[in-house]
């Protein structure tokens, strides 16, 4: 069946990096894109940005440029988010989500990982 | 950027009719999504193209937009209903393609 599988828990200093994945499973990969959306303690939804599986394009939220980078590797079904310069305005939980075909705009979000708690603390 | 604004909570009793609302600038004019979030879970996609149901998604939960405002609707709701609703839209705004409203925490009574 279709899974999406992410990393674990992190812990982050404020001006570090963290990069976590999401690997793919159930459905050919490069045939569905990936957006990213994150959601702060106790707030909603935040959509962070999308990779293009079959070309690696990507479109990222305004508000994030300059510090977020979407890749994927075809070969191990995986996509990863990284994120830089790291605040406490940056804890959340990180989910990536499929999208229908290998670009995500104008199409929903069909199946999600589980979330990834990503903690930026001194 | 475009902005959705849903209304923060929804009350109805159990086997009512639920409806939440999602507004927006001309919305009708947008392609509408919807999402159940469960507490500690992912979200869920319950509603796409403004109407269409995934398989496996109830028939009880169905979708409508035009002019300004788009609604869920869920009908004979149950307790395992209760969650919070986001409806989603893609915008043309380079700031933001994709877009969530607030939410709308949908309690059971």
């Known amino acids: 069946q279709v899974q999406l599988v992410q990393s674990g828990a992190e812990v982050k200093k404020p001006g570090a990096s963290v990069k976590v994945s999401c690997q793919a499973s159930g459905y050919t990969f490069n045939s569905f894109g990936v957006s990213w959306v994150r959601q702060a303690p106790g707030q909603g939804l935040a959509w962070m940005g999308y990779i293009n599986t079959q070309t690696g394009d990507t479109n990222y939220a305004q508000n994030l440029r300059g510090r977020v980078t979407m890749t994927r590797d075809t070969s191990t079904r995986t996509a990863y988010m990284e994120l830089r310069s790291l605040t406490s305005d940056d804890t959340a939980v990180y989910f990536c989500?499929?999208?229908?075909?290998?670009?995500?705009?104008?199409?929903?979000?069909?199946?999600w990982g589980q979330g990834t708690v990503v903690t930026v603390s001194s | 950027s475009y902005v959705l604004t849903q209304p923060p909570s929804v009350s109805v009793a159990p086997g009512q009719t639920a409806t939440i609302s999602c507004g927006g600038n001309n919305i009708g004019s947008n392609v509408v999504h919807w999402y159940q979030q469960k507490p500690g879970q992912a979200p869920v996609l319950v509603v796409y193209h403004d109407s269409a149901r995934p398989s496996g998604i109830s028939e009880r939960f169905s979708g409508s937009n035009s002019g300004n405002t788009a609604t869920l609707t869920i009908t004979s709701v149950a307790a395992a209903d209760e969650a919070d609703y986001y409806c989603?839209?893609?915008?043309?705004?380079?700031?933001?393609?994709?877009?969530f409203g607030g939410g709308t925490k949908l309690t059971v009574l």
């Open positions: 989500a499929r999208c229908p075909t290998p670009s995500c705009y104008l199409k929903a979000f069909d199946r």
């Open positions: 989603q839209v893609w915008d043309s705004s380079i700031e933001s393609p994709a877009v």
